[in-house]
């Protein structure tokens, strides 16, 4: 067949790669060189309930590809601002960390490694879930970043000693860091609610190391501000956000979806908020689980744009 031309390449959602936003491709991580750089963490070894986290990272990249990253960027009208310009900005896709089944040790090493490696490299971690004990290795392998705060959005505190003696499930993360990690300080916990697996001994434990709690009706009540002044202006900051702090008629897709949580512009105001009052060195989205979604995937294109939305707002803080 002989050679010839149908115009110029068309990389839109149903075609090419779907990495996140379209983003390059880098094949090793080694030689990563961006400003900042997607990891898939397809992990759900440490769930307790429902399983199927590990398919989140596929659900999320496939989401994203219904937006791109362009020269000159993407214009917000309700902001009136352009938007991760590609030609300022470099973001990439890494692929994922190295998943082996049933290990949770070896699992979770490749993770803080591979995190350490884009420290190392000067790009910013963006970590794509798996299920919520993926964010204890992340931090591990932030340690190059301390010291800093923690800024948590979920329905559950995540304090939870540990389950049948395991202290490293997904409903661990946040007292793991906190008991184990020198450099990670206070944390605000946005959206906790409802009926969890923390007991009362872990809410007490987490106000006695100094953490803030806001149910998603005392955030309403109290704005952005009032909850994120709490933390010091200009801090660094590692932002978590589990996709159930959404409410569950928005984000059914996820292990324990929990009715009474944020709205999209909600959830974008915080994150906006977090972006311009301290310097966020690393996120992550978990809890994204595909199949218990509706047809038409919308919470993996929820959180796609969620972590958009934040990766969008901290880069132009730099500018």
Known sequence: MGN??????????????????????????????????ILGAPFDIAIQGRSGTRLGPRAIRLGSTRFSYRPGGTYDPERKQMYMDSDRWTVVDCGDVDYVPGDLTASNANLT???????????LPVVLGGDHSITYPVLIGMEAAGPFDVVHFDAHLDWTASVAGQRL???????????????????VHIGVRGIG???PADFAAAAAHGDVIFSVKEARREGAERLLSVLEPGRKVYVTFDIDAMDATC??????????GFWYDEAVE??????????????????????????????????????????GFVLKERE
Do not use: H, W
């Open 113 to 123: 490694e591979a995190v350490r490696i884009l420290l190392n490299r000067g790009a």
């Open 197 to 199: 697996s923390s007991t």
């Open 251 to 260: 984000g059914p897709g996820t292990g324990s979806p929990m009715f009474g």
């Open 4 to 37: 010839f031309s149908i115009g110029a390449a068309y990389n839109g959602s149903p075609t090419g790669i779907a990495s996140f936003a379209k983003c390059p491709v880098c094949t090793d991580i080694r030689q990563v060189s961006a400003d900042a750089a």
């Open 169 to 187: 499930s997904n409903g661990s993360p946040m007292r793991r860091a906190c008991e184990d990690l020198a450099y990670v300080g206070r944390m």
């Open 270 to 311: 915080l994150l906006e908020a977090v972006a311009k009052r301290f310097q966020v060195v690393g996120m992550d989205m978990v809890e994204v689980a595909p199949q218990y979604d509706e047809a038409g995937g919308n919470t993996g294109y929820l959180a796609a744009r969620l972590i958009s939305d934040l990766l």
